[in-house]
C-alpha cells in the first residue's frame, strides 16, 4: 500500500492545475477582473448609482458627461434625452442584460444536458427524435430563431430570456451527446454498469462529470452571445421594454441623437464590448485550462 | 460523388419538413385568435370574420390546414401580405437581391481579409503583428453588430460626410433593373455616378457585416495554418529545396483551408441574423429589414415567409458546403 502512495507522481490538485493553466494566460486574468468589476458594479447598482434610474430631470435633458464642453459634475455621464442619468442607468442595465444572460445560459444549460444524456443512453428511439428537434433547431440562426420565439410570446424581460435559452439549447444537447458518447465506451462506465448502477446514476453521477470541460467551455461562450443577443433585440425593439434601462434598448431609443449626443451612443455600446470582451477573453483561459484538446483550434 | 450528394440530401427531409412545420405554427401558436391578432385593433364584424377564417382555411383541421400550406409552398405561394395585400413571393423576389448583395459583399470582404490576416499572423507566430491580429479578431468577435454600425455612420458619415447614411443608391438615380444586384445594374446602366453611388451606400454595412466574420475567418485560418506548418509534406517541400511562397501558398495553404471553408459556411448563419440588424440601421431595403418591420405591423404571413427563406437559405447554403467540402477532402465522402 505505502509503495503504491510513493510510486504515485506528485499531480497538482485539480484546481490548483485548473488555475495554473487559467492564469497562464494573461489575457484571460486581465478579462477576469474586468468582469469581476462589471458583475460588481451590476450586483451594487442600487447602492452605487447616484439617481434612480427611471428618474427624469426634465431641465437636463441630453446633458454632456462631466468631462466635455456643457457638461456638469451633476452627472457624471451626462443624460440621455429624457433627462435620465446615464451612469445609474448603464448600472442597472448591466444587472437586466447580464442577469438575462446568466438566466438564459441556466435555461439552456440544464434541459440541454439531460436532453444530450438521454440521447446519448437511448441511442435507438430518443436520440434520433431529439437529434432531429435540435437540427430544426440550428436551422434557425440564432437571433432569427430568438425573434421567431419572441413574435410567438411577444416582447419582454422574461420572453428574452425564453428565446435566448432556446436558441442555445441545441449547442448544449449536442456537446453533451458527443462528450457522453465518448465516454459511454469507457471501462470504468462498463464497470459501474457490472456494477449494478442504475441509468440516473450512469448519466448523471458517472459520466457528466467527465463531459463537464466543453460544457463549462460553452457555457461562457453562450454568456456573451446571450448578452449580445439581448442587446440585438433590445435594439430592435423586441427585447426587454422601456423605460427598463437594458444596454440595448438604451441604444435604439438614442439612435436619433446620434449628431447631437454621441455620448448617448458611444457609452451602452462600450459597455456591451467590455462585457462581451472580457467574457470571451475569460472563454479563451476556461479552453485553455480545461480542454487543452481543443487549445489548438483556436 | 453522387451518392454522397444524395445521402446528404435525404438527412435533410425531417428537418425541412421540421422548418415548414415551424413556419406553419408560428400564426397558430400566437395567443388568441389569429384574425382578431392579424387584424389589430380594427372592429371586425362577424360576417367579415367568418369569411376570413374560410378565406384562410382556418375552419378546417390542422392536418388539413398543413397540408395545404406544404401544397401552396411547392407551388411558390409563400401566401399575401396583409399590409400591401400583395403576394409574399413577389415582394421577396424585389427584397432578396440586395440581402444577398449585402451579405455576398460582406463575406468576400472577410474571407479575403481573413485569409490574408490569418496567414500572416500564422507565419510570423508571436510576433507584435500577430498579437495584433488576433488582438483585434477578439474584439471584432465581441462587436455588438448595430452599435459597430452606429460608430462607423457617426464618423463616416456624420463627422466626415464620406458615406451616405442609408438606402442603396442616391434617389437621382433610376437604374433599370436587371439582376437586382445594384453594384451590377448600376455599372451596367452606364449611368455617370450611379455605380460609384452604389458602391458608396454599400460600403459601410458590408464592413458592419463583415466585422464578425472576418474576426472568425483570421483566426481559424492562422491556427489552421499554424497546424499545417508541422506536417511532415510541408518539411518535405521545405528540405526538396522550394521557395517559401511556394511552400506557403501551395503546399500549407491549401491544406490549412479545409477547416476554413466550414467555417466560412457557418458564417452564413451569422451574416443571415446579422443582415437583420445591420439592414435595419443603414435602412438596407432586405429581407432582415422586411421581417422586422413586419413584426411590428404584425403582418405574420410575412413573417412566417421571412422565417421560411431565411432557414431554407440557410440550410441550402450549408448544404452546398457540405458538398464541397466532399469535393475538397474526399476523406469525408468515404465516411
Redesign the interface.
Known amino acids: 500500500m505505502s509503495t503504491a502512495t510513493e510510486a504515485m507522481p506528485d499531480y497538482p490538485r485539480p484546481f490548483k492545475a485548473f488555475w495554473q493553466g487559467f492564469a497562464a494566460n494573461r489575457?484571460a486574468l486581465a478579462a477576469l477582473l474586468l468582469f469581476a468589476l462589471i458583475a460588481t458594479a451590476a450586483l451594487l447598482a442600487p447602492w452605487l448609482s447616484p439617481y434612480d434610474p427611471i428618474e427624469q430631470f426634465r431641465d437636463h435633458m441630453l446633458t454632456a458627461p462631466a468631462w466635455a464642453a456643457g457638461g456638469s459634475r451633476q452627472f457624471l455621464l451626462g443624460t440621455d434625452e429624457l433627462g435620465r442619468d446615464m451612469l445609474s442607468r448603464l448600472l442597472h442595465g448591466g444587472r437586466v442584460s447580464l442577469g438575462i444572460g446568466l438566466a438564459s445560459v441556466l435555461l439552456s444549460l440544464l434541459p440541454g444536458v439531460m436532453l444530450g444524456l438521454l440521447a446519448a443512453f437511448h441511442q435507438q428511439w430518443l436520440s434520433p427524435a431529439i437529434m432531429?428537434?435540435m437540427?430544426?433547431l440550428l436551422?434557425?440562426?440564432?437571433?432569427?430563431l430568438a425573434?421567431?420565439v419572441?413574435?410567438?410570446l411577444g416582447p419582454g424581460l422574461v420572453n428574452t430570456v425564453i428565446a435566448i435559452a432556446i436558441g442555445a439549447l441545441p449547442g448544449y444537447t449536442r456537446l453533451t451527446r458527443a462528450a457522453a458518447l465518448a465516454e459511454i465506451g469507457k471501462d470504468y462506465v462498463t464497470a459501474s454498469r457490472i456494477a449494478g448502477a442504475g441509468s440516473l446514476r450512469l448519466m448523471f453521477i458517472t459520466v457528466l462529470p467527465n463531459c463537464m470541460a466543453p460544457l463549462i467551455v460553452n457555457a461562457s461562450l453562450s454568456f456573451?452571445t446571450a448578452i449580445?443577443e439581448t442587446?440585438?433585440l433590445g435594439?430592435?425593439?423586441?427585447g426587454v421594454q422601456a423605460p427598463l434601462p437594458e444596454w440595448?434598448t438604451m441604444?435604439s431609443a438614442a439612435?436619433d441623437y446620434?449628431?447631437r449626443a454621441?455620448w448617448v451612443?458611444?457609452l451602452?455600446?462600450l459597455t456591451?464590448?467590455a462585457s462581451?470582451?472580457a467574457i470571451?477573453?475569460m472563454g479563451?483561459g476556461l479552453r485553455d485550462a480545461l480542454d487543452p484538446k481543443l487549445k489548438?483550434?483556436? | 460523388m453522387f451518392s454522397f450528394i444524395l445521402k446528404r440530401l435525404a438527412t435533410l427531409i425531417p428537418t425541412l419538413i421540421g422548418i415548414t412545420l415551424v413556419a406553419f405554427g408560428l400564426i397558430r401558436l400566437i395567443p388568441g385568435d389569429p384574425i382578431e391578432v392579424m387584424m389589430g385593433e380594427r372592429r371586425l364584424d362577424p360576417e367579415v370574420h367568418a369569411a376570413m377564417v374560410k378565406s384562410m382555411g382556418l375552419d378546417q383541421p390542422l392536418a388539413t390546414q398543413y397540408f395545404r400550406y406544404l401544397g401552396n409552398l411547392l407551388h411558390g405561394d409563400l401566401g399575401q401580405s396583409l399590409v400591401s395585400r400583395e403576394p409574399v413571393a413577389k415582394e421577396f423576389a424585389a427584397l432578396f437581391p440586395a440581402t444577398v448583395e449585402l451579405a455576398l459583399t460582406a463575406l468576400l470582404l472577410a474571407v479575403a481579409l481573413g485569409l490574408l490576416l490569418g496567414m500572416l499572423a500564422g507565419l510570423k507566430r508571436g510576433s507584435l503583428f500577430d498579437q495584433g491580429v488576433m488582438g483585434m479578431a477578439t474584439v471584432g468577435y465581441s462587436m455588438p453588430v448595430f452599435w459597430w454600425g452606429l460608430i462607423l455612420i457617426m464618423f463616416f458619415s456624420v463627422n466626415l460626410g464620406w458615406t451616405p447614411v442609408s438606402g442603396r443608391i442616391s434617389i437621382e438615380y433610376d437604374v433599370a433593373r436587371v439582376s437586382g444586384f445594384l453594384l451590377l445594374d448600376s455599372w451596367l446602366s452606364g449611368e455617370e455616378g450611379a455605380f460609384s453611388s452604389a458602391l458608396a451606400h454599400l460600403l459601410l454595412p458590408a464592413v458592419v457585416l463583415g466585422t464578425s466574420s472576418l474576426a472568425v475567418v483570421a483566426r481559424m485560418t492562422r491556427s489552421s495554418m499554424l497546424e499545417v506548418l508541422r506536417e511532415d509534406y510541408v518539411r518535405t517541400a521545405r528540405a526538396k529545396g522550394l521557395s517559401p511562397v511556394r511552400v506557403v501558398v501551395v503546399h500549407a495553404l491549401r491544406n490549412a483551408l479545409i477547416p476554413v471553408l466550414t467555417v466560412v459556411g457557418m458564417q452564413t448563419g451569422s451574416l443571415l441574423a446579422g443582415a437583420v440588424l445591420t439592414e435595419t440601421i443603414f435602412s438596407w431595403p432586405g429581407i432582415g429589414k422586411w421581417l422586422i418591420d413586419s413584426i411590428a405591423r404584425r403582418d405574420y404571413p410575412v413573417v412566417q415567409a421571412g422565417i421560411l427563406i431565411s432557414a431554407l437559405t440557410f440550410i441550402a447554403v450549408n448544404l452546398c458546403v457540405d458538398i464541397l467540402y466532399g469535393v475538397v477532402n474526399p476523406r469525408i465522402r468515404a465516411q
Open positions: 489575457g432531429r428537434v437540427d430544426i436551422a434557425l440562426p440564432g437571433l432569427l425573434i421567431c419572441i413574435t410567438i456573451s449580445l442587446a440585438g435594439f430592435l425593439g423586441l440595448g441604444l439612435r446620434i449628431e454621441p451612443i458611444t451602452p455600446g456591451i464590448l462581451v470582451l470571451n477573453l479563451d489548438k483550434i483556436s
